[in-house]
């Protein structure tokens, strides 16, 4: 493409490249030079859009991208990225435009890459001067064809100046200054606070990372219409709130594609997302993945997140370790790490502490009577010493009705965690299997007698603080007043909790998600039956959207 008007005509190619919609956007590689001579140093980054530092770097790219299609179209037997496309819907390749200024790449390396590029969706637009037997039109300033192969005489093209350019392309960057990009001396708050919670009167989606992987909304698992893809950059997005570029993201999610491969699936699976959480929210307006300073996160007010509600249960203000350890089991095992918020110095934050303390005689105990607290040698010297003091937020607890040979998932009936009061401590652990000897932090939960409805099961239950006030009290600095403590270990009213049947050997099956999958119609108090069938959509109580955080299990009691 050459003339006076090749510019303007570019800046219109450029800009429709990026601007259609679904698999017809196309992945558009230029190179710095370029784009301050087209499109201007103000233009934000757009989804699609790869700026380059030279020719040879944005050939490189093309070239390993080139490769990726040719040995991916090769493995499923397709002739060219038409054909495959059409086999694979679901995971289409985009056409792919490179554009570049004469001089910048050598004329017969770009004439080898388009003729071989043609079949794998590339189109090669050289600025200046035309290639040999490669097809060309010579553009005037207002867009009339004065010559070349591709057009008709006197026909004219599309064309941008550099503003009309610049606005359109900032509209597709779809950002936005409500939120200033996070910074090393400002970081961003790791988890979204409730105020940016989803709005109790519209429709939300449903996220359920700690236990199985779960989208529902209006209390329904979304079971089609969400990509594999989308599924994995939703998961990422969540455990990462802060946000993460594209490049994060495809290095966390997809290490196997080449870097335009990579960034061609993360703007289909947000794509996606994006058109999921509209059709199922019924709102066409939202953004769902917002674009903040070259991060992507989640926007706060459309999911909710249990990862997210544990955050808030436990009142903690940080993460002490890594996210990717923030995956509970369906049911935890003693001595397996499990997030338990300590107080650190002035601030509560979540440690991995193992669940359960070695007795005197070497076993494991997992539970403290709370009307031992004050008597006990093992828990006397922690009770009323705020360092010694933890809260740990439990979706359910698992007991088993040994009269009646059933096995039941106890919690609450509105599907918020129980946050417990523990003590924590560093204690020396001996593991006779392997051999291995730690010193770690452990923990253990506080029981009392429980309420007549879990007495038909067991006699005793986990205590619960059940208001952010009661919290507070067991981990406030100067929580020493030890008769005042005691005063909130109570049991919890009969009608708090419902109990939910499930497998027999799920402390066989202690990783499988299924054995804690309700096997029956829940009990509540005052019912010993009860027609809400938990596997009918309409009778399905909120316990299913509020999934499990991580589950406390029969144990050995002092």
Not at 27 to 46: N, P
Not at 242 to 255: F, H, K, R, S
Not at 490 to 510: C, F, G, H, L, S
Request: charged share 25%.
């Amino acid at each position: 493409m050459g003339s006076a008007g090749a510019a303007r005509a570019v800046r219109a190619l450029v800009v429709d490249a990026l601007s259609r919609r679904g698999d017809r956007r196309a992945e558009v590689v230029v190179t710095a030079t370029l784009t301050d001579r087209l499109l201007s140093e103000s233009i934000v980054s757009v989804d699609g859009l790869t700026v380059e530092s030279d020719g040879d770097a944005a050939a490189r790219l093309v070239d390993t991208a080139l490769v990726g299609r040719a040995r991916l179209v090769a493995s499923r037997g397709a002739e060219d990225v038409t054909a495959y496309t059409d086999a694979h819907p679901d995971d289409p390749i985009r056409p792919l435009l490179f554009v570049v200024w004469a001089g910048q790449v050598d004329a017969a390396r770009l004439g080898a890459m388009a003729a071989s590029g043609a079949r794998l969706g590339l189109t090669v637009v050289l600025v200046g001067v035309p290639l040999d037997d490669a097809p060309w039109v010579d553009v005037g300033h207002d867009g009339s064809v004065r010559g070349g192969t591709l057009a008709p005489l006197g026909a004219r093209v599309a064309h941008l100046d550099l503003s009309e350019a610049s606005q359109l392309l900032a509209l597709l960057g779809d950002d936005t200054a409500e939120r200033p990009r996070p910074t090393d001396e400002e970081p961003c708050e790791v988890f979204p606070s409730p105020d940016e919670r989803v709005d109790a009167g519209r429709p939300s989606v449903d996220v359920r990372l700690l236990g199985p992987y779960v989208v529902s909304t209006g209390g329904e698992a979304i079971r089609s219409g969400l990509r594999t893809k989308a599924k994995e950059l939703l998961a990422y997005l969540a455990l990462h709130p802060e946000g993460a570029t594209v490049e994060q993201i495809v290095d966390a999610l997809w290490p196997e594609a080449d870097p335009l491969r990579g960034v061609e699936w993360f703007s289909t699976a947000r794509g996606n997302l994006r058109g999921m959480v509209r059709r199922a929210t019924g709102r066409p307006e939202l953004q769902v993945v917002e674009k903040t300073g070259g991060r992507y996160r989640l926007d706060a007010s459309i999911f909710d997140i249990d990862l997210w509600r544990f955050q808030d249960a436990l009142g903690a203000v940080r993460w002490a370790y890594d996210r990717e350890e923030k995956i509970a089991r369906p049911l935890v095992r003693h001595a397996d790490f499990v997030p338990v918020a300590v107080n650190a110095a002035k601030e509560r934050v979540i440690e991995k502490v193992r669940f359960g303390m070695p007795g005197f005689k070497g076993t494991l105990i997992t539970n403290a009577r709370s009307e031992n607290l004050i008597s006990s040698p093992g828990w006397k010297g922690l009770f009323g010493k705020p360092a010694n003091h933890c809260l740990t937020a439990v979706s359910y607890v698992v007991e088993r009705d040994a009269k009646k040979t059933a096995t039941y998932r106890i919690q609450r009936k509105d599907g918020k965690p129980m946050v417990v009061p523990g003590l924590v401590a560093r204690r020396h652990y001996k593991f006779t299997s392997t051999g291995n000897e730690y010193d770690d932090l452990g923990h253990v939960q506080i029981t009392a007698p429980s309420n007549e409805f879990v007495a038909a099961v067991h006699d005793r239950f986990v205590c619960e603080l059940a208001t952010k006030k009661a919290a507070d009290a067991w981990m406030a600095p100067d929580a020493d007043d030890k008769d005042a403590l005691l005063e909130l270990l109570t049991p919890a009213a009969n009608e708090r909790y419902e109990m939910v049947p499930i497998a027999q050997d799920v402390w066989k099956r202690r990783d499988d998600p299924k054995a804690v999958a309700p096997a029956g119609p829940a009990m509540v108090w005052g019912a010993r039956k009860t027609a809400r069938t938990l596997s009918s959509p309409t009778s399905t109580p909120r316990a299913w959207k509020r999934p499990p955080v991580w589950c406390a299990s029969r144990s050995a009691r002092r």
